[in-house]
């Protein structure tokens, strides 16, 4: 047959527009779009149906130990299915590097937890000791084989670089075409803030948002953005959470350095009063940077609908409320001792459809990119992120009308919460395909264990980003071709 699959009668959503027709899929990859497809040995009515990319969700803890050693509740099985069941169809995790450990080490062991995945996948690696040998040998290895991400911390003892280790890994990312990723949070005003509060006997959860203030967060995003534009790399910030940080990446990313940004639903959805519930129920929603208030919310939300964010992500860093996660030191504890980060990674893509598209936050061409589009681009995933000939046939059905409560047993996690459990929301992936394959179908898993495939990535793609050249210092003007 010419085709494997047609999906039929949907409306085709990409980055750009929306138009009624038909999808051909051979061998995996999309071959045709066109307003009227005959044949294929399988064919998917999407009468009524949204047809768009599936989600590549760019930002998920899976597999991987905190940076105070606590392992997430979810592998790479248990997360892969719940983002199968959120709309995606290809993720890309966090490899960590500890201090003392080759890169090669790193990316052996996500290897072999990574083999477990339902759907496609890469690794961004998180770089937490810059040795000579990393910078000049490894890094550039990791690269040749697909890794084409970096990310580096500001915050917390065991994984903050400093702003020399920050240089050298920016200057690293430069020169071989790979983006530098960055946690923005000024590690001595927090470090500051604890003591000063622990010094008072304030230690419930909801004194976590005290210690992390926006100020730390704006200052380290502005430092960041400075040392990138010093070398003229690209840099993305992840989990922006206050709208002076959000007001900086706007200003200077038009200013034509090459700043990429992304918020995420928690920072939309829930405020630091969560923190605030009886008992130790405010422990749930620890992450960092901390949740914020309703002023912040509104004030992202304008940020993601006029262009600031390339993609809004889960940050899906998933400890149970129990002795295997939150509370690993036990359960009556300083807030530094609760594991940071909460999980969400069926919920981002229902989360923006219902508040963003159906609430008319966003157009459906918006939600495309800041779900899938936009990752592809920035973090080199060729094959992916586009309804289009050539492409993977990675693609979600959307149902717009369906309306559910969120219920924790719907997010097909390990976790035993939700942090959105209650609400209501509007619009459901009924159908996720990878490569052509089903791997959710009307809230069944249809995919085995092993079935995604490790994908190697491009550089990041520039276009569209000026640049911008320090007067004082362009090293390949003043000091020549050396200083780079
Ligand atoms: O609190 C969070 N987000 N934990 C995950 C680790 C990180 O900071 O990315
Ligand atoms: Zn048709
Ligand atoms: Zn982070
Ligand atoms: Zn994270």
């Not at 790193?106 to 290897?111: C, E, I, Q, W």
């Not at 380290?220 to 007001?247: C, M, W, Y």
């Amino acid at each position: 047959a010419d085709f494997d699959t047609v999906i039929h009668g949907g409306t085709i959503a990409t980055a750009d527009y929306l138009a009624k027709g038909d999808v051909g899929i051979k061998d995996g990859r999309i071959v045709a779009v066109a307003e009227h497809l005959s044949g294929g040995d399988q064919r998917i009515d999407a009468g009524g149906r949204i047809v768009m990319p599936g989600g590549i969700e760019a930002h998920a803890h899976i597999a991987q130990e905190s940076s105070s050693g606590v392992m997430t509740a979810d592998d790479y099985l248990s997360g892969s299915i719940s983002a199968a069941f959120g709309g995606n169809s290809s993720f890309i995790p966090f490899a960590a590097q500890q201090r003392g450990q080759s890169v090669d080490d790193v990316l052996a062991t996500y290897d072999a937890r990574g083999a477990r995945s339902v759907i496609d996948y890469s690794y961004h690696l998180i770089i937490s000791d810059p040795r000579p040998e990393v910078l000049t040998d490894e890094l550039p290895r990791a690269f040749q084989r697909g890794v084409t991400s970096f990310k580096v911390f500001m915050t917390y003892d065991l994984m903050n670089l400093g702003d020399g280790g920050m240089l050298d890994i920016l200057t690293v990312a430069r020169d071989h075409g790979a983006i530098t990723m960055v946690h923005a949070e000024n590690n001595d005003m927090v470090k500051w803030m604890n003591k000063r509060l622990a010094a008072r006997g304030l230690t419930a959860p909801k004194y976590h948002a005290i210690s992390r203030p926006q100020l730390a967060e704006e200052e380290a995003i502005n430092r960041a953005i400075q040392l990138a534009k010093l070398v003229d790399a690209p840099l993305f910030i992840v989990h922006v959470s206050t709208e002076g940080g959000a007001e900086i990446v706007r200003r200077e990313k038009f200013n034509g350095a090459k700043i990429y940004a992304e918020t995420c639903p928690q920072y939309l959805a829930l405020t630091r009063n969560d923190l605030d519930r009886p008992g130790m129920e405010g422990a749930k929603y620890i992450c960092s940077p901390p949740l914020r208030g309703t002023d912040t919310q509104e004030a992202l939300w304008h940020h993601v609908a006029h262009g600031t964010f390339e993609s809004v992500s889960s940050d899906h860093a998933p400890y149970r409320a129990d002795e295997t996660g939150k509370f690993l030191n036990g359960f009556d504890v300083p807030y530094p001792k609760i594991a940071n980060g909460m999980p969400g990674i069926a919920m981002r893509l229902p989360y923006l459809f219902s508040e963003g598209v159906v609430k008319g936050r966003i157009t459906p061409e918006q939600f495309v990119a800041l779900s899938s589009t936009n990752a592809a681009k920035t973090f080199g995933c060729a094959t992916k992120g586009r309804i289009a000939p050539g492409m993977d046939a990675d693609i979600a059905i959307w149902n717009p009308e369906t309306t559910r409560t969120v219920r924790q047993q719907d997010q097909h996690d390990n976790m035993d919460y939700s942090p959105f459990e209650g609400m209501q929301i509007t619009g459901v992936p009924e159908v996720v395909l990878n490569r052509g394959a089903k791997i959710v179908q009307d809230g069944v898993l249809k995919a085995a264990e092993g079935q995604g495939r490790f994908f190697a990535r491009q550089p990041v793609d520039l276009r569209g980003k000026p640049g911008f050249k320090v007067p004082e210092f362009n090293p390949a003007q003043n000091f020549g071709a050396d200083l780079r």
